[in-house]
């Protein structure tokens, strides 16, 4: 059978975000058919430690049977209706008012969509849209970060700051700048190059993901809150990765005491059981929306407020909140942290090292010169990893040569040393090769 399908996906899945033609010559390396807790199993039985999450998302872990009940239960009784206009359905509205318990501030209100490229979309339309309200139609510009990753739509796309994931749009769309990464004095001179009379938002994500785990640096939130509310610059936050538990705290804005005017999610909002995603937004750009615009929001996805996907949310997050999985994922994190560190101290080429809360990165870094290596050496190190049963993820572009680490928030400690104890065997595999 593994053969078999090895042969049907090089033919007919054309997979997403992958060497297409390495794909094509050798077939998928694992074909997943069966998960449990932090682990997966593929068909030919093997099982792997999934130290990512799949793509950062599962974050309650493998084969929770309560999610596929909620899914049964919701799709027996009423799979789908729309949302449109005067429609509404239960789950989503049950959802709507949970999000806006946990979201911290006066984020009170959701728009829905099913990811967060979609979720990135949306917001890019709707501070668009509340400065034509309020009557300041250049307001427009999109400011976001250079190594920022906001998803693969062509507005998405086009604020995703790291570029290779710019060679398929061929001309970025227009009204999208981007600053240097975390820094204040890069986004203080944006500002005054482009003018804020131009600028609709500024977009980061509190911890970057795809970027290589860039965790902001203490007091940077608190300052870019007060230069957008100095310049009259909406805030957007990119929690599709951060939110729901993944760095300690329920969103990663709450570690900075920080709260933006919109908020985007997915990913964990479902645990990537089912796509769901969305834009928190403040009252007061709720108010203005509902109270200055007079035609109708022409914004809406088939599957925005989709009942099944938000009765998976519901449950999703009723098992965060039962299982203090925010907070297991704080401590797991130390611990994490505390093995990367071990690490850090029997390998002379790994360089920096963080986590927050079960978000983390080693760096690959030359022992002398503590430099970047001249070829990278962090996918010698993931594939070493994957052999002894451990998936990873690296990131490897503009001379990050680092291997990242997002596993489920029920990890706990035995597994985090199983973690630990892989990499360590895989480090040292590719230090033979040094
Ligand atoms: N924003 C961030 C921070 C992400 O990490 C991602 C995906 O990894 C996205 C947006 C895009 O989300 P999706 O792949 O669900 O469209």
Known sequence: VHEMLIDLDKKHFIHPTSSLKQQHESGAPFIFSSGEGVYLTDTKGRKVLEGMSSLWNVNIGYGRKELAEAAYEQMSKLAFTNSFSSMSNEPAIRLAAKLAELAPGNLNAVFFTSGGSESNDTAYKLVRYYWKLKGLPDKKKIISQKKGYHGVNIGATSATGISPFHTLTNSPAPDFVHVDTFSIDSLKACIEKEGADNIAAFLTEPVQGAGGVNIAPEGYLQEVRAICDEHNILLIAD?????????????????????????LFAKGVTSGYIPLGGVMVTDAIHRELVERSDGTLLHGYTYSGHATACAVGLKNIEILERENLVENSRLMGEELLNGFKELQMEFDFIGEVRALGLIGAIEMVHPITKQRFDSFIAPRVSEEAAKRGLIVRTVVFEGMDTVVFSPPLIINKQEVQELISIMRAALAAVQEEL
Do not use: N
């Not at 760095?247 to 005017?261: I, L, N, Q, R, W």
């Open 239 to 263: 929690e599709v990765i951060t939110g729901f538990g993944r760095t300690g705290k329920m969103f990663a804005c709450e570690h900075y005491s920080v709260v933006p005017d919109l908020l």
